[in-house]
């Protein structure tokens, strides 16, 4: 069982850290395809956010609770901490920052102003650079195995 729980556990944290690096990456490298293009991908990632996002972060919590449990590691274990931690930032990022404001932009652009949803576009990025290096500390510290 420990096997089948660290699997689904590193499975599920490198989509989602890999989702959220390309989050990052995709919006720059679509742009030059005008309003349409970004209309779409701001509609992708609102679903994303539901059908992908939040099932890996929720299975990566759900096995690293299974993992503390069948490993007996400590809850007061550094790198378990830092993991928690972790799902509580990007939570927070997402649901009160990322979401909603994609909801801004979206609408902005079916209204056709594409001069405010620019203007919410460096509030996503900056919440996006944050979910994805606090993501990235937090797989070194599962791997170092901070304070184990």
Same mark, same amino acid.
Do not use: C
């Given at each position: ?20 690096? !390309?989050?990052? #990456? ?5 742009? %030059? ?7 779409? +991908? ?5 679903? +994303? ?8 972060? +929720? +299975? ?34 997402? !649901?009160?920052?990322?979401? %909603? ?7 902005? !652009? ?7 949803? =620019?203007? #919410?576009? %460096?509030? =996503? ?7 994805? #290096? ?7 510290? !599962? ?6």
């Amino acid at each position: 069982m420990e096997t089948l729980a660290l699997w689904l556990h590193i499975v599920a944290a490198s989509a989602w850290l890999g989702g959220n690096l !390309m989050s990052l #990456l995709v919006p720059g490298l679509l742009a %030059p395809g005008g309003p349409p293009v970004m209309l779409a +991908l701001g509609r992708a990632n609102l679903v +994303l956010s539901r059908l992908f996002f939040i099932p890996a972060a +929720l +299975l990566t919590l759900v096995t690293g609770i299974w993992l503390v449990v069948l490993v007996d590691y400590g809850w007061g274990d550094t790198f378990v901490t830092v993991g928690f931690t972790a799902v509580l930032v990007i939570a927070f990022g997402s !649901m009160g920052v990322l979401v %909603p404001t994609g909801r801004k932009m979206v609408a902005a !652009m079916e209204a056709g102003d594409g001069a405010t949803a =620019q203007a #919410l576009a %460096p509030r =996503q990025r900056y919440v996006s650079t944050i979910n994805a #290096l606090v993501l990235l500390v937090t797989v070194y510290a !599962m791997v170092a195995r901070w304070g184990a």
